[in-house]
Protein backbone atom coordinates (compact mmCIF):
# COMPACT_ATOMS: atom_id res chain seq x y z
CA UNK A 1 0.00 0.00 0.00
CA UNK A 2 1.52 3.50 -0.66
CA UNK A 3 2.31 5.15 2.71
CA UNK A 4 3.20 9.22 3.61
CA UNK A 5 6.46 9.77 2.20
CA UNK A 6 8.73 12.92 3.18
CA UNK A 7 9.71 13.43 -0.78
CA UNK A 8 9.35 11.54 -3.96
CA UNK A 9 12.93 11.11 -4.63
CA UNK A 10 13.01 8.93 -1.20
CA UNK A 11 10.05 6.96 -1.20
CA UNK A 12 10.50 3.61 -0.25
CA UNK A 13 7.85 2.36 -2.89
CA UNK A 14 10.69 2.20 -5.60
CA UNK A 15 14.21 1.58 -4.81
CA UNK A 16 15.14 2.30 -8.04
CA UNK A 17 14.09 6.14 -7.98
CA UNK A 18 11.93 4.83 -11.49
CA UNK A 19 8.68 5.33 -10.27
CA UNK A 20 9.58 9.36 -8.72
CA UNK A 21 12.86 10.36 -10.64
CA UNK A 22 14.23 13.48 -10.06
CA UNK A 23 15.09 15.46 -13.72
CA UNK A 24 18.28 16.72 -13.96
CA UNK A 25 18.75 20.47 -15.84
CA UNK A 26 18.66 19.93 -18.93
CA UNK A 27 15.88 17.72 -19.12
CA UNK A 28 13.82 20.07 -17.32
CA UNK A 29 15.80 22.53 -19.90
CA UNK A 30 14.05 20.48 -22.79
CA UNK A 31 10.37 20.56 -20.78
CA UNK A 32 10.82 24.76 -20.64
CA UNK A 33 9.56 25.57 -23.93
CA UNK A 34 6.18 23.65 -23.80
CA UNK A 35 5.69 24.99 -20.37
CA UNK A 36 4.50 28.41 -18.47
CA UNK A 37 6.18 29.03 -14.95
CA UNK A 38 3.71 29.20 -12.33
CA UNK A 39 4.44 30.68 -9.01
CA UNK A 40 2.28 28.46 -6.05
CA UNK A 41 1.45 29.38 -2.71
CA UNK A 42 1.11 26.74 0.49
CA UNK A 43 -2.73 25.37 0.52
CA UNK A 44 -3.25 25.83 -2.81
CA UNK A 45 -5.08 23.31 -4.99
CA UNK A 46 -3.50 22.19 -8.60
CA UNK A 47 -6.22 19.85 -9.19
CA UNK A 48 -8.79 17.67 -7.67
CA UNK A 49 -10.92 14.65 -8.18
CA UNK A 50 -13.22 14.72 -10.93
CA UNK A 51 -10.88 17.16 -12.68
CA UNK A 52 -10.66 16.58 -16.72
CA UNK A 53 -7.55 17.21 -18.73
CA UNK A 54 -5.19 17.84 -15.38
CA UNK A 55 -2.23 19.68 -16.54
CA UNK A 56 1.47 18.09 -16.49
CA UNK A 57 3.97 19.88 -13.37
CA UNK A 58 7.10 19.63 -12.86
CA UNK A 59 8.72 20.85 -9.57
CA UNK A 60 11.63 23.60 -9.87
CA UNK A 61 11.59 24.94 -6.37
CA UNK A 62 8.74 24.26 -3.52
CA UNK A 63 7.10 20.73 -2.63
CA UNK A 64 3.44 19.12 -3.59
CA UNK A 65 1.39 16.43 -1.63
CA UNK A 66 -0.63 14.32 -3.77
CA UNK A 67 -3.42 13.08 -1.63
CA UNK A 68 -6.22 10.42 -1.57
CA UNK A 69 -9.30 11.82 -0.54
CA UNK A 70 -11.77 9.37 0.47
CA UNK A 71 -14.85 8.54 3.69
CA UNK A 72 -11.59 7.79 5.83
CA UNK A 73 -9.67 11.14 5.39
CA UNK A 74 -6.89 12.46 2.88
CA UNK A 75 -4.13 10.31 3.22
CA UNK A 76 -1.02 12.28 2.13
CA UNK A 77 0.37 9.40 -0.34
CA UNK A 78 3.57 11.44 -1.94
CA UNK A 79 5.42 14.33 -1.44
CA UNK A 80 6.75 15.53 -4.90
CA UNK A 81 10.09 17.52 -4.33
CA UNK A 82 12.05 19.98 -6.46
CA UNK A 83 13.07 18.44 -10.20
CA UNK A 84 10.39 15.84 -9.54
CA UNK A 85 6.44 15.63 -11.31
CA UNK A 86 3.14 15.06 -10.99
CA UNK A 87 1.26 12.77 -12.62
CA UNK A 88 0.02 9.09 -13.50
CA UNK A 89 -1.97 7.19 -16.60
CA UNK A 90 -4.58 10.06 -16.58
CA UNK A 91 -2.25 13.18 -16.96
CA UNK A 92 -1.87 11.36 -20.46
CA UNK A 93 -5.09 10.31 -21.27
CA UNK A 94 -7.08 13.41 -20.25
CA UNK A 95 -9.18 11.12 -18.17
CA UNK A 96 -10.81 12.39 -14.64
CA UNK A 97 -7.99 12.82 -11.87
CA UNK A 98 -8.67 10.83 -8.64
CA UNK A 99 -5.75 12.33 -6.59
CA UNK A 100 -5.93 15.85 -5.40
CA UNK A 101 -2.61 17.65 -5.44
CA UNK A 102 -2.41 20.53 -3.10
CA UNK A 103 1.17 22.96 -2.54
CA UNK A 104 2.96 21.97 0.37
CA UNK A 105 5.58 24.80 -0.12
CA UNK A 106 5.66 27.55 -1.81
CA UNK A 107 7.76 27.28 -5.41
CA UNK A 108 7.71 27.59 -9.28
CA UNK A 109 6.33 24.98 -11.04
CA UNK A 110 6.64 23.90 -14.80
CA UNK A 111 2.88 23.96 -16.04
CA UNK A 112 2.19 22.15 -19.13
CA UNK A 113 -1.44 21.85 -20.71
CA UNK A 114 -2.63 18.27 -21.59
CA UNK A 115 -1.66 19.02 -25.60
CA UNK A 116 1.37 20.60 -24.88
CA UNK A 117 1.90 17.28 -22.37
CA UNK A 118 0.68 14.47 -25.52
CA UNK A 119 3.15 17.03 -28.38
CA UNK A 120 6.25 16.85 -25.42
CA UNK A 121 6.43 13.01 -25.35
CA UNK A 122 5.74 12.76 -29.17
CA UNK A 123 8.90 14.11 -29.83
CA UNK A 124 11.50 13.53 -26.93
CA UNK A 125 12.00 9.96 -26.81
CA UNK A 126 14.13 9.37 -23.33
CA UNK A 127 11.23 12.38 -21.78
CA UNK A 128 8.48 9.91 -23.23
CA UNK A 129 10.43 6.87 -21.87
CA UNK A 130 10.85 8.26 -18.26
CA UNK A 131 7.17 9.73 -17.99
CA UNK A 132 5.46 6.31 -19.36
CA UNK A 133 7.74 4.36 -16.69
CA UNK A 134 6.22 6.70 -13.75
CA UNK A 135 2.97 6.52 -14.45
CA UNK A 136 2.54 2.89 -15.57
CA UNK A 137 4.47 2.08 -11.90
CA UNK A 138 2.34 4.45 -9.89
CA UNK A 139 -1.03 3.44 -11.18
CA UNK A 140 0.32 -0.24 -10.60
CA UNK A 141 1.01 0.74 -6.94
CA UNK A 142 -2.50 2.32 -6.54
CA UNK A 143 -3.92 -0.42 -7.48
CA UNK A 144 -1.97 -2.69 -5.53
CA UNK A 145 -2.53 -0.64 -2.88
CA UNK A 146 -6.42 -0.71 -3.33
CA UNK A 147 -6.45 2.94 -3.63
CA UNK A 148 -8.36 5.00 -5.82
CA UNK A 149 -11.70 6.86 -6.21
CA UNK A 150 -13.76 3.74 -6.09
CA UNK A 151 -15.35 1.28 -3.66
CA UNK A 152 -17.15 -1.79 -4.68
CA UNK A 153 -19.14 -3.61 -2.30
CA UNK A 154 -20.27 -7.29 -3.50
CA UNK A 155 -20.34 -10.64 -2.90
CA UNK A 156 -18.05 -13.68 -4.23
CA UNK A 157 -20.83 -15.17 -5.05
CA UNK A 158 -22.57 -12.56 -7.05
CA UNK A 159 -22.21 -12.49 -10.62
CA UNK A 160 -22.75 -8.61 -10.88
CA UNK A 161 -20.09 -8.18 -8.74
CA UNK A 162 -17.66 -10.56 -10.51
CA UNK A 163 -18.51 -8.68 -13.57
CA UNK A 164 -17.59 -4.89 -12.20
CA UNK A 165 -14.34 -6.32 -11.00
CA UNK A 166 -13.96 -7.75 -14.19
CA UNK A 167 -14.19 -4.45 -15.84
CA UNK A 168 -12.53 -2.65 -13.47
CA UNK A 169 -9.44 -5.02 -12.97
CA UNK A 170 -9.28 -5.30 -17.11
CA UNK A 171 -9.42 -1.33 -17.54
CA UNK A 172 -6.57 -1.38 -14.84
CA UNK A 173 -8.70 1.18 -12.74
CA UNK A 174 -7.87 1.53 -9.11
CA UNK A 175 -10.43 0.68 -6.89
CA UNK A 176 -10.78 -0.94 -3.00
CA UNK A 177 -12.47 -4.21 -2.77
CA UNK A 178 -14.83 -5.05 -0.09
CA UNK A 179 -16.18 -8.99 0.44
CA UNK A 180 -19.69 -8.39 2.20
CA UNK A 181 -19.17 -12.46 2.91
CA UNK A 182 -15.92 -11.65 4.86
CA UNK A 183 -16.19 -8.08 6.04
CA UNK A 184 -17.95 -7.16 8.51
CA UNK A 185 -16.79 -3.70 8.61
CA UNK A 186 -18.46 -2.96 5.96
CA UNK A 187 -21.58 -3.24 6.55
CA UNK A 188 -21.38 0.46 8.51
CA UNK A 189 -20.79 1.39 4.74
CA UNK A 190 -24.76 -0.05 3.82
CA UNK A 191 -26.02 1.49 6.80
CA UNK A 192 -24.05 4.96 5.81
CA UNK A 193 -25.65 5.32 2.30
CA UNK A 194 -28.77 3.10 3.76
CA UNK A 195 -28.44 0.50 1.46
CA UNK A 196 -30.40 -3.06 1.23
CA UNK A 197 -28.92 -6.42 0.19
CA UNK A 198 -30.99 -6.47 -2.85
CA UNK A 199 -29.29 -3.64 -4.13
CA UNK A 200 -25.78 -5.29 -4.01
CA UNK A 201 -23.24 -4.96 -5.43
CA UNK A 202 -22.75 -1.06 -4.55
CA UNK A 203 -20.31 1.22 -5.66
CA UNK A 204 -19.28 4.60 -4.51
CA UNK A 205 -17.68 7.25 -5.99
CA UNK A 206 -15.65 9.79 -4.90
CA UNK A 207 -17.34 9.23 -1.78
CA UNK A 208 -20.10 11.16 -2.96
CA UNK A 209 -21.98 8.86 -5.82
CA UNK A 210 -23.85 5.68 -4.76
CA UNK A 211 -24.83 3.39 -7.53
CA UNK A 212 -26.83 0.56 -6.45
CA UNK A 213 -26.42 -2.63 -8.83
CA UNK A 214 -25.14 -0.69 -11.37
CA UNK A 215 -24.55 -1.81 -15.12
CA UNK A 216 -21.12 -1.50 -16.67
CA UNK A 217 -22.10 1.55 -18.83
CA UNK A 218 -23.11 3.61 -15.48
CA UNK A 219 -20.19 2.49 -13.68
CA UNK A 220 -17.68 3.98 -16.51
CA UNK A 221 -19.89 6.96 -16.98
CA UNK A 222 -19.63 7.47 -12.84
CA UNK A 223 -15.75 7.41 -12.80
CA UNK A 224 -15.77 9.26 -16.01
CA UNK A 225 -13.79 6.50 -19.01
CA UNK A 226 -15.54 8.46 -21.40
CA UNK A 227 -15.79 12.29 -20.63
CA UNK A 228 -13.05 13.45 -22.53
CA UNK A 229 -13.75 11.91 -25.82
CA UNK A 230 -15.37 14.41 -28.13
CA UNK A 231 -18.65 13.02 -29.47
CA UNK A 232 -19.35 15.08 -32.22
CA UNK A 233 -16.58 15.44 -34.75
CA UNK A 234 -16.19 13.76 -37.85
CA UNK A 235 -13.33 11.21 -36.94
CA UNK A 236 -10.48 10.48 -39.47
CA UNK A 237 -11.30 6.77 -38.42
CA UNK A 238 -13.14 4.40 -35.91
CA UNK A 239 -11.89 1.17 -34.82
CA UNK A 240 -14.85 -0.93 -33.79
CA UNK A 241 -13.38 -3.49 -30.64
CA UNK A 242 -10.25 -3.49 -28.54
CA UNK A 243 -8.92 -6.65 -28.99
CA UNK A 244 -5.25 -7.64 -30.59
CA UNK A 245 -6.00 -6.14 -33.77
CA UNK A 246 -8.38 -3.21 -32.79
CA UNK A 247 -5.43 -2.35 -30.10
CA UNK A 248 -2.67 -2.41 -32.96
CA UNK A 249 -5.16 -0.43 -35.30
CA UNK A 250 -5.19 2.12 -32.61
CA UNK A 251 -1.75 2.20 -31.82
CA UNK A 252 -0.33 2.78 -35.68
CA UNK A 253 -3.14 4.80 -36.46
CA UNK A 254 -2.30 7.01 -33.69
CA UNK A 255 1.05 6.86 -33.94
CA UNK A 256 0.69 7.76 -38.06
CA UNK A 257 -1.21 11.21 -37.13
CA UNK A 258 -4.72 9.74 -37.62
CA UNK A 259 -7.44 11.31 -35.37
CA UNK A 260 -8.64 8.07 -33.95
CA UNK A 261 -10.98 6.68 -31.80
CA UNK A 262 -11.54 2.76 -30.36
CA UNK A 263 -14.87 1.74 -29.44
CA UNK A 264 -14.72 -0.98 -26.99
CA UNK A 265 -18.12 -2.64 -25.38
CA UNK A 266 -16.54 -4.06 -22.18
CA UNK A 267 -12.90 -4.34 -21.85
CA UNK A 268 -9.57 -3.99 -24.24
CA UNK A 269 -8.06 -7.24 -24.84
CA UNK A 270 -11.02 -9.01 -26.01
CA UNK A 271 -10.46 -12.93 -25.75
CA UNK A 272 -7.23 -12.62 -25.62
CA UNK A 273 -7.05 -10.17 -22.79
CA UNK A 274 -8.82 -13.12 -20.76
CA UNK A 275 -6.01 -15.50 -21.26
CA UNK A 276 -3.89 -16.35 -18.13
CA UNK A 277 -0.77 -16.43 -20.02
CA UNK A 278 0.35 -16.29 -24.08
CA UNK A 279 3.76 -17.96 -24.59
CA UNK A 280 3.98 -17.91 -28.09
CA UNK A 281 4.13 -14.60 -28.78
CA UNK A 282 7.06 -13.52 -30.33
CA UNK A 283 9.50 -11.44 -28.37
CA UNK A 284 7.97 -13.23 -25.12
CA UNK A 285 9.95 -16.38 -24.32
CA UNK A 286 8.53 -16.59 -20.75
CA UNK A 287 4.87 -15.71 -21.62
CA UNK A 288 2.86 -12.48 -20.89
CA UNK A 289 -0.52 -12.69 -19.75
CA UNK A 290 -3.49 -11.05 -21.66
CA UNK A 291 -4.70 -8.20 -19.71
CA UNK A 292 -0.96 -7.45 -19.30
CA UNK A 293 -0.49 -7.34 -22.96
CA UNK A 294 -3.26 -5.64 -23.95
CA UNK A 295 -2.65 -2.90 -21.42
CA UNK A 296 0.72 -2.25 -22.54
CA UNK A 297 -0.97 -1.72 -25.95
CA UNK A 298 -3.55 0.49 -24.90
CA UNK A 299 -0.84 2.56 -23.12
CA UNK A 300 0.80 3.02 -26.22
CA UNK A 301 -2.43 3.98 -28.35
CA UNK A 302 -3.30 6.49 -25.42
CA UNK A 303 0.22 8.44 -25.50
CA UNK A 304 0.25 8.46 -29.23
CA UNK A 305 -2.86 10.26 -29.10
CA UNK A 306 -6.17 7.52 -29.61
CA UNK A 307 -9.36 8.21 -27.75
CA UNK A 308 -10.68 5.05 -26.21
CA UNK A 309 -14.49 4.92 -25.60
CA UNK A 310 -15.17 1.81 -23.53
CA UNK A 311 -18.63 0.38 -22.22
CA UNK A 312 -20.41 1.22 -25.31
CA UNK A 313 -21.47 -1.13 -27.80
CA UNK A 314 -22.22 -0.53 -31.77
CA UNK A 315 -25.72 -1.43 -32.36
CA UNK A 316 -25.63 -0.16 -36.37
CA UNK A 317 -23.90 1.15 -38.93
CA UNK A 318 -25.16 3.84 -41.27
CA UNK A 319 -23.81 2.29 -44.30
CA UNK A 320 -25.79 4.64 -47.16
CA UNK A 321 -23.52 7.32 -47.46
CA UNK A 322 -19.95 8.70 -46.34
CA UNK A 323 -19.34 9.56 -43.73
CA UNK A 324 -20.63 6.95 -42.08
CA UNK A 325 -22.13 6.91 -39.28
CA UNK A 326 -22.00 3.96 -36.27
CA UNK A 327 -24.87 4.26 -33.85
CA UNK A 328 -24.46 3.13 -30.01
CA UNK A 329 -27.08 1.88 -27.64
CA UNK A 330 -28.10 4.99 -26.19
CA UNK A 331 -28.67 6.68 -29.86
CA UNK A 332 -25.32 8.46 -30.09
CA UNK A 333 -23.95 8.27 -33.99
CA UNK A 334 -20.45 8.69 -34.36
CA UNK A 335 -19.60 9.97 -37.51
CA UNK A 336 -15.85 8.78 -39.46
CA UNK A 337 -14.73 8.74 -42.85
CA UNK A 338 -13.40 4.53 -42.31
CA UNK A 339 -13.50 2.17 -40.12
CA UNK A 340 -12.00 -0.81 -39.05
CA UNK A 341 -13.84 -3.93 -38.03
CA UNK A 342 -12.16 -5.73 -35.02
CA UNK A 343 -14.90 -7.42 -33.06
CA UNK A 344 -13.35 -10.60 -32.77
CA UNK A 345 -15.57 -13.85 -31.83
CA UNK A 346 -17.16 -14.67 -28.54
CA UNK A 347 -17.33 -18.19 -27.18
CA UNK A 348 -20.03 -20.32 -27.83
CA UNK A 349 -22.63 -20.92 -25.41
CA UNK A 350 -23.55 -24.70 -25.49
CA UNK A 351 -27.45 -25.42 -25.62
CA UNK A 352 -27.64 -26.20 -21.77
CA UNK A 353 -31.38 -25.11 -20.38
CA UNK A 354 -29.97 -22.92 -17.40
CA UNK A 355 -26.90 -21.68 -18.80
CA UNK A 356 -27.32 -18.12 -17.92
CA UNK A 357 -28.70 -19.05 -14.70
CA UNK A 358 -25.14 -20.39 -13.73
CA UNK A 359 -23.34 -17.20 -15.65
CA UNK A 360 -20.73 -15.60 -12.93
CA UNK A 361 -22.08 -17.94 -10.31
CA UNK A 362 -19.65 -21.26 -11.24
CA UNK A 363 -19.73 -20.70 -15.39
CA UNK A 364 -17.07 -18.54 -16.59
CA UNK A 365 -15.80 -17.29 -19.86
CA UNK A 366 -12.19 -16.01 -18.68
CA UNK A 367 -9.44 -17.45 -17.17
CA UNK A 368 -7.59 -14.79 -15.27
CA UNK A 369 -6.25 -14.50 -11.63
CA UNK A 370 -9.44 -13.36 -10.37
CA UNK A 371 -11.51 -17.05 -11.13
CA UNK A 372 -8.32 -18.76 -10.34
CA UNK A 373 -8.82 -17.35 -6.41
CA UNK A 374 -12.78 -18.25 -6.75
CA UNK A 375 -11.61 -22.02 -7.64
CA UNK A 376 -9.01 -22.16 -5.10
CA UNK A 377 -8.60 -25.60 -3.71
CA UNK A 378 -11.41 -26.75 -5.60
CA UNK A 379 -12.08 -29.61 -8.62
CA UNK A 380 -13.09 -27.61 -11.72
CA UNK A 381 -14.06 -28.31 -15.40
CA UNK A 382 -12.30 -26.56 -18.64
CA UNK A 383 -14.61 -27.42 -21.95
CA UNK A 384 -12.55 -26.88 -25.29
CA UNK A 385 -9.75 -28.36 -27.45
CA UNK A 386 -8.31 -24.75 -28.47
CA UNK A 387 -5.18 -22.50 -27.30
CA UNK A 388 -7.18 -20.71 -24.85
CA UNK A 389 -8.49 -23.72 -23.38
CA UNK A 390 -5.21 -25.35 -23.11
CA UNK A 391 -3.87 -22.00 -22.05
CA UNK A 392 -6.63 -21.84 -19.28
CA UNK A 393 -5.51 -25.16 -18.12
CA UNK A 394 -2.39 -24.82 -17.27
CA UNK A 395 -3.01 -21.59 -15.76
CA UNK A 396 -6.07 -22.78 -12.98
CA UNK A 397 -3.89 -26.19 -12.01
CA UNK A 398 -1.55 -24.00 -10.39
CA UNK A 399 -4.34 -23.10 -7.79
CA UNK A 400 -7.49 -25.97 -8.35
CA UNK A 401 -7.30 -29.86 -6.87
CA UNK A 402 -7.69 -31.05 -10.08
CA UNK A 403 -8.76 -29.64 -13.74
CA UNK A 404 -11.25 -31.76 -16.33
CA UNK A 405 -10.60 -31.07 -19.73
CA UNK A 406 -13.92 -31.70 -21.93
CA UNK A 407 -12.93 -32.37 -25.97
CA UNK A 408 -15.88 -33.48 -28.32
CA UNK A 409 -13.41 -34.56 -30.55
CA UNK A 410 -10.95 -37.62 -30.22
CA UNK A 411 -7.74 -35.18 -30.46
CA UNK A 412 -5.87 -32.00 -29.46
CA UNK A 413 -2.83 -31.77 -32.32
CA UNK A 414 -5.63 -30.61 -34.55
CA UNK A 415 -6.55 -27.53 -32.51
CA UNK A 416 -3.92 -26.75 -30.19
CA UNK A 417 -0.02 -26.24 -30.17
CA UNK A 418 2.11 -29.15 -29.34
CA UNK A 419 3.74 -27.28 -26.39
CA UNK A 420 0.35 -27.29 -24.36
CA UNK A 421 -0.31 -30.69 -25.36
CA UNK A 422 3.06 -31.46 -23.97
CA UNK A 423 2.37 -29.24 -20.18
CA UNK A 424 -1.48 -31.05 -19.99
CA UNK A 425 -0.14 -34.62 -20.97
CA UNK A 426 2.70 -34.14 -18.37
CA UNK A 427 0.49 -32.49 -15.92
CA UNK A 428 -0.61 -35.00 -12.73
CA UNK A 429 -3.64 -32.49 -11.78
CA UNK A 430 -5.13 -32.46 -15.15
CA UNK A 431 -7.22 -35.13 -16.32
CA UNK A 432 -8.06 -35.16 -20.18
CA UNK A 433 -11.75 -36.21 -21.30
CA UNK A 434 -12.35 -37.25 -25.57
CA UNK A 435 -15.66 -37.49 -27.03
CA UNK A 436 -17.47 -35.73 -23.69
CA UNK A 437 -19.66 -33.16 -23.15
CA UNK A 438 -21.58 -31.56 -20.38
CA UNK A 439 -24.86 -32.54 -20.63
CA UNK A 440 -26.69 -30.83 -17.20
CA UNK A 441 -25.47 -28.09 -14.57
CA UNK A 442 -27.64 -28.28 -11.68
CA UNK A 443 -27.46 -26.08 -7.97
CA UNK A 444 -29.80 -23.62 -6.27
CA UNK A 445 -28.00 -20.40 -6.00
CA UNK A 446 -24.93 -21.18 -7.69
CA UNK A 447 -23.43 -23.96 -9.59
CA UNK A 448 -22.77 -27.52 -7.36
CA UNK A 449 -22.78 -30.18 -9.86
CA UNK A 450 -22.08 -31.09 -13.22
CA UNK A 451 -23.00 -33.68 -15.23
CA UNK A 452 -21.53 -34.98 -18.56
CA UNK A 453 -21.47 -37.70 -21.40
CA UNK A 454 -18.72 -39.77 -22.93
CA UNK A 455 -20.31 -39.98 -26.38
CA UNK A 456 -17.85 -42.86 -26.63
CA UNK A 457 -19.10 -45.23 -24.17
CA UNK A 458 -22.81 -43.69 -23.47
CA UNK A 459 -21.71 -42.96 -19.79
CA UNK A 460 -22.84 -40.71 -17.91
CA UNK A 461 -20.89 -38.81 -14.96
CA UNK A 462 -22.46 -36.72 -11.84
CA UNK A 463 -19.99 -34.79 -10.13
CA UNK A 464 -19.82 -32.01 -7.48
CA UNK A 465 -18.22 -29.29 -9.34
CA UNK A 466 -18.73 -25.84 -9.02
CA UNK A 467 -16.59 -24.37 -11.50
CA UNK A 468 -16.94 -24.34 -15.23
CA UNK A 469 -14.83 -22.59 -17.91
CA UNK A 470 -15.87 -21.93 -21.47
CA UNK A 471 -13.98 -21.97 -24.35
CA UNK A 472 -16.10 -23.52 -27.27
CA UNK A 473 -15.50 -22.74 -30.21
CA UNK A 474 -16.04 -18.84 -31.51
CA UNK A 475 -18.84 -17.25 -33.79
CA UNK A 476 -18.55 -13.31 -34.63
CA UNK A 477 -19.95 -10.54 -33.96
CA UNK A 478 -21.59 -9.15 -36.84
CA UNK A 479 -25.74 -8.70 -35.94
CA UNK A 480 -24.90 -4.93 -36.77
CA UNK A 481 -23.46 -5.38 -39.47
CA UNK A 482 -26.51 -6.74 -41.53
CA UNK A 483 -27.28 -5.29 -44.85
CA UNK A 484 -24.20 -3.59 -45.12
CA UNK A 485 -21.09 -6.06 -45.64
CA UNK A 486 -20.68 -9.04 -47.24
CA UNK A 487 -20.40 -11.85 -44.45
CA UNK A 488 -20.17 -15.36 -45.51
CA UNK A 489 -22.37 -18.73 -44.37
CA UNK A 490 -21.31 -18.46 -40.63
CA UNK A 491 -21.67 -14.51 -40.06
CA UNK A 492 -17.91 -13.40 -40.71
CA UNK A 493 -16.95 -10.56 -42.93
CA UNK A 494 -15.70 -11.35 -46.13
CA UNK A 495 -12.55 -9.11 -47.47
CA UNK A 496 -10.31 -8.43 -50.47
CA UNK A 497 -9.91 -11.37 -53.32
CA UNK A 498 -12.77 -13.57 -50.81
CA UNK A 499 -15.62 -11.48 -52.14
CA UNK A 500 -16.52 -12.44 -55.34
CA UNK A 501 -18.24 -10.37 -58.22
CA UNK A 502 -21.91 -11.32 -57.13
CA UNK A 503 -21.39 -10.74 -53.48
CA UNK A 504 -19.47 -7.38 -54.49
CA UNK A 505 -22.00 -5.99 -57.22
CA UNK A 506 -24.75 -7.08 -54.68
CA UNK A 507 -23.54 -5.24 -52.04
CA UNK A 508 -23.23 -2.06 -54.56
CA UNK A 509 -19.42 -2.02 -54.93
CA UNK A 510 -18.87 1.92 -56.34
CA UNK A 511 -15.72 2.21 -57.48
CA UNK A 512 -13.41 1.47 -60.51
CA UNK A 513 -11.35 -0.55 -58.68
CA UNK A 514 -11.78 -3.99 -56.34
CA UNK A 515 -11.45 -3.89 -52.72
CA UNK A 516 -8.58 -3.71 -51.38
CA UNK A 517 -6.79 -6.45 -49.22
CA UNK A 518 -8.91 -6.61 -45.55
CA UNK A 519 -11.68 -3.87 -47.11
CA UNK A 520 -14.96 -5.27 -46.63
CA UNK A 521 -17.87 -4.48 -50.16
CA UNK A 522 -18.14 -1.51 -48.51
CA UNK A 523 -15.21 1.07 -49.26
CA UNK A 524 -12.81 2.45 -46.60
CA UNK A 525 -14.71 -0.08 -43.86
CA UNK A 526 -12.04 -3.38 -43.22
CA UNK A 527 -12.28 -5.79 -40.66
CA UNK A 528 -9.28 -7.84 -39.32
CA UNK A 529 -8.86 -10.09 -36.35
CA UNK A 530 -11.06 -13.37 -35.65
CA UNK A 531 -14.01 -11.52 -37.51
CA UNK A 532 -12.54 -11.25 -40.67
CA UNK A 533 -13.36 -14.45 -43.15
CA UNK A 534 -10.34 -17.12 -43.56
CA UNK A 535 -8.24 -15.77 -40.42
CA UNK A 536 -5.93 -17.16 -37.96
CA UNK A 537 -6.47 -17.63 -35.04
CA UNK A 538 -3.14 -16.11 -33.50
CA UNK A 539 -2.59 -12.79 -31.66
CA UNK A 540 0.34 -12.54 -33.68
CA UNK A 541 -1.65 -12.89 -36.74
CA UNK A 542 -4.23 -10.29 -35.23
CA UNK A 543 -1.85 -7.94 -34.43
CA UNK A 544 -0.63 -7.80 -37.75
CA UNK A 545 -3.62 -7.36 -39.86
CA UNK A 546 -4.80 -4.20 -37.19
CA UNK A 547 -1.14 -2.67 -37.67
CA UNK A 548 -1.15 -3.50 -42.00
CA UNK A 549 -5.04 -1.80 -41.96
CA UNK A 550 -3.78 1.18 -40.97
CA UNK A 551 -1.38 1.88 -44.39
CA UNK A 552 -5.01 0.40 -46.13
CA UNK A 553 -6.77 3.29 -44.46
CA UNK A 554 -4.03 6.26 -45.65
CA UNK A 555 -4.64 4.93 -49.11
CA UNK A 556 -8.48 5.40 -48.83
CA UNK A 557 -8.30 8.68 -46.98
CA UNK A 558 -6.16 9.57 -49.73
CA UNK A 559 -9.34 9.09 -52.07
CA UNK A 560 -11.63 11.07 -50.62
Not at 14 to 37: E, G, S, Y
Not at 302 to 315: E, L, N, P, R
Not at 425 to 433: G, R, T
Not at 485 to 491: R, S, Y
Amino acid sequence: MITPVISSSSSNLDPNAHMFPTLTAAQIDRIRPWAKVRHVQPGEVLFQPGDEHVPFFVLLSGSLEIVQPSHAGQPVLVTHAAGNFAGEITTMSGQRAFVLGRVATEGDFLELQHEQFRALIGRDAELSEIFMRAFILRRMAIISGGLGNVILLGSRHSAATLKLREFLGRNGYPYLYRDLDTDSSSQQLLDRFNITPDQIPVTICNSVHVLRNPTIQQLADCIGLNANVDQTSIRDLIIVGGGPSGLAAAVYAASEGLDALLLETATPGGQAGSSSKIENYLGFPTGISGQELAGRALTQAIKFGADIMVAHSAMRLNCDKRPYHILLEDDTKLATRTIVIATGAQYNRPPLPNLSKFEGLGVYYGATFMESQLCEGDDLIVVGGGNSAGQAAVFLSQTARRVHILVRSQQLADTMSRYLIRRIEENPKISLHYHTEIVALEGETQLEQVTWLDKATGEQSTNNIRHVFMMTGASPRTEWLQGCLALDGKGFILTGRDIDTVALSSAGWPLSRPPQMLETSLPGVFAVGDVRAGNIKRVASAVGEGSMAISLVHRTLGEL
